[in-house]
Nanobody
C-alpha cells in the first residue's frame, strides 16, 4: 500500500522560506517519478515540480529559480525547498506519484504566505 505523508507547511512572511517533506512508503521510491502539486483556494490543483528517477527536474514557470525539488532515496523522502515565497504561493501542497494508472496523493500540507 502506497503512503505519502507531507509535512513542513506553515505561516511565513513574504520573502521567507519553507522546506516541505514527503515521506513515502510502499513503493520502489528510488525508481519513481515524484511530483509536488498545490491547490490554492478556489483554484485548480497544479503541478509545481517534478523529479524523475534519473534526476531530471521540471518546474512550473512561476516557481523557477525559487523552488527546488530533491529527494533522499535512503530515507524515501521527497523535499521541496521554497525560497522567496510570495502570497500567491499560498496553497495546500501535495506530493504525488503515478502508481499503475492512478495518482497516489498525500494528505497535503498547508502553506500560507502573508504580505
Amino acid at each position: 500500500q502506497v503512503q505519502l505523508v507531507e509535512s513542513g507547511g506553515g505561516l511565513v512572511q513574504t520573502g521567507g522560506s519553507l522546506k516541505l517533506t514527503c515521506v513515502a512508503s510502499g513503493l520502489n521510491f528510488e525508481y519513481r517519478t515524484m511530483d509536488w502539486y498545490r491547490q490554492a483556494p478556489g483554484k485548480m490543483r497544479e503541478k509545481v515540480a517534478t523529479l524523475m528517477a534519473d534526476g531530471e527536474t521540471h518546474y512550473l514557470d512561476v516557481v523557477k529559480g525559487r523552488f527546488t525539488i530533491s529527494k533522499d532515496n535512503a530515507k524515501t523522502t521527497l523535499y521541496l525547498q521554497m525560497n522567496n515565497l510570495k502570497p500567491e504561493d499560498t496553497a495546500i501542497y501535495y506530493c504525488a506519484t503515478l502508481w499503475g494508472n492512478m495518482v497516489q496523493w498525500g494528505q497535503g500540507t498547508h502553506v500560507t504566505v502573508s504580505s
